[in-house]
């Protein structure tokens, strides 16, 4: 049974977090409002606190062998909110929504856990904002310590984002690979978004940054990605810099898109400049340094808010491409 700390707090007057102040509590703050909402909720719907708790446990589909993290009790937080406004919407919760996923190249992995949305949320990778009774929902947790876990995602990055990729999708892919230390791994949709991005208008090939850095070679390599439906294409940290810059040069991104490229290049400079100052004898120069460098920026931007580096998922050996550079080994290569 899932345990929160107890905040003694007088029902009558109690001020619940709305949604917005929901989003920015954290630690102790988190599982004493949860604990005050469970008894709020219980003399709302007139049922036992220990029935209340064990359906908020369901409906967030907390796993009895699972410790909550703090995206999981914000979501139970929602939850009570609601149940405390509207005693109508205590119900048990409903069976698991059934979605065809994506198949080949585009697939992604089975979700840890989907449920409707109790409140209007903010994908926690492409930051969307999804309504109240919208799907949402967290993936697996990530094998490797160096990714961190993503928050409650929305319908497109759970099942579609590599599929139908869109742009915002390919450029949330750039920044998480660097943030990893990475070389960018694209499958052959991906590719096709970013060739098309490249070459739809002429002027960016005149942009200091490729002037510098000649991506017609890269234009090749992600033209045959698409031609021969490859699952993974290598993009080497030096080229995925050219091309952030690049495309920082743009006519054609809307605003989501150039707010994104701005934070993409901010960080990529800062992350080679650290502003902030951050101790390497402490950090190191890999990723925990980056991750810090992220947290301590004098300008904070939508990437640093939502941090990582996240693992947004490889296509699997099997159906990448066979001649593909392992990406340790594109990291630092160049003109890819």
Same mark, same amino acid.
């Given at each position: 049974?899932?345990?929160?700390?107890?905040?003694?707090?007088?029902?009558?007057?109690?001020?619940?977090?709305?949604?917005?102040?929901?989003?920015?509590?954290?630690?102790?703050?988190?599982?004493?409002?949860?604990?005050?909402?469970?008894?709020?909720?219980?003399?709302?719907?007139?049922?036992?606190?220990?029935?209340?708790?064990?359906?908020?446990?369901?409906?967030?589909?907390?796993?009895?062998?699972?410790?909550?993290?703090?995206?999981?009790?914000?979501?139970?937080?929602?939850?009570?909110?609601?149940?405390?406004?509207?005693?109508?919407?205590?119900?048990?919760?409903?069976?698991?929504?059934?979605?065809?996923?994506? =198949?080949? #190249? &585009?697939?992604?992995?089975? %979700?840890?856990?989907?449920?409707?949305?109790?409140? $209007?949320?903010? !994908?926690?990778? *492409?930051?969307?904002?999804?309504?109240?009774? =919208?799907? #949402? &929902?967290?993936?697996?947790? %990530?094998?490797?310590?160096?990714?961190?876990?993503? $928050?409650?995602? !929305?319908?497109? *990055?759970?099942?579609?984002?590599?599929?139908?990729?869109?742009?915002?999708?390919?450029?949330?892919?750039?920044?998480?690979?660097?943030?990893?230390?990475?070389?960018?791994?694209?499958?052959?949709?991906?590719?096709?978004?970013?060739?098309?991005?490249?070459?739809?208008?002429?002027?960016?090939?005149?942009?200091?940054?490729?002037?510098?850095?000649?991506?017609?070679?890269?234009?090749?390599?992600?033209?045959?990605?698409?031609?021969?439906?490859?699952?993974?294409?290598?993009?080497?940290?030096?080229?995925?810099?050219?091309?952030?810059?690049?495309?920082?040069?743009?006519?054609?991104?809307?605003?989501?898109?150039?707010?994104?490229?701005?934070?993409?290049?901010?960080?990529?400079?800062?992350?080679?400049?650290?502003?902030?100052?951050?101790?390497?004898?402490?950090?190191?120069?890999?990723?925990?340094?980056?991750?810090?460098?992220?947290?301590?920026?004098?300008?904070?931007?939508?990437?640093?808010?939502?941090?990582?580096?996240?693992?947004?998922?490889?296509?699997?050996?099997?159906?990448?491409?066979?001649?593909?550079?392992?990406?340790?080994?594109?990291?630092?290569?160049?003109?890819?």
């Amino acid at each position: 049974m899932v345990a929160f700390e107890t905040v003694t707090l007088d029902m009558a007057t109690m001020d619940f977090p709305a949604s917005d102040e929901i989003r920015s509590l954290s630690g102790r703050s988190l599982t004493g409002w949860i604990e005050s909402g469970v008894a709020a909720a219980a003399a709302s719907v007139g049922k036992p606190v220990e029935r209340v708790r064990s359906r908020l446990v369901k409906t967030v589909d907390i796993k009895p062998n699972r410790e909550p993290d703090e995206e999981d009790l914000r979501e139970c937080l929602r939850v009570l909110r609601t149940w405390i406004n509207d005693p109508a919407a205590y119900v048990p919760p409903a069976r698991r929504p059934k979605v065809t996923r994506p =198949e080949g #190249i &585009g697939q992604l992995p089975v %979700p840890r856990t989907v449920k409707a949305a109790h409140l $209007g949320v903010s !994908c926690g990778l *492409c930051g969307d904002p999804v309504k109240a009774g =919208e799907l #949402i &929902g967290r993936a697996k947790d %990530p094998k490797g310590r160096a990714y961190e876990a993503m $928050g409650w995602l !929305c319908e497109h *990055c759970l099942y579609q984002r590599r599929e139908t990729p869109r742009r915002r999708d390919v450029l949330l892919r750039v920044h998480h690979h660097l943030f990893a230390g990475s070389a960018v791994g694209l499958n052959a949709h991906e590719c096709g978004v970013l060739h098309t991005w490249l070459t739809e208008h002429p002027a960016l090939a005149a942009t200091p940054a490729w002037a510098a850095d000649p991506l017609e070679a890269t234009l090749a390599r992600l033209r045959t990605s698409v031609q021969e439906n490859k699952g993974t294409t290598w993009v080497a940290i030096p080229t995925a810099h050219t091309i952030a810059a690049a495309l920082t040069s743009s006519s054609t991104a809307s605003p989501a898109e150039a707010a994104l490229l701005s934070a993409i290049t901010q960080h990529i400079e800062e992350w080679a400049t650290n502003p902030a100052g951050v101790d390497h004898r402490r950090f190191g120069t890999g990723t925990p340094y980056r991750a810090q460098v992220l947290r301590t920026t004098p300008r904070p931007t939508l990437l640093s808010a939502r941090g990582g580096p996240f693992d947004l998922h490889q296509t699997p050996a099997s159906a990448a491409e066979p001649d593909t550079t392992s990406p340790e080994a594109e990291a630092t290569g160049h003109g890819v």
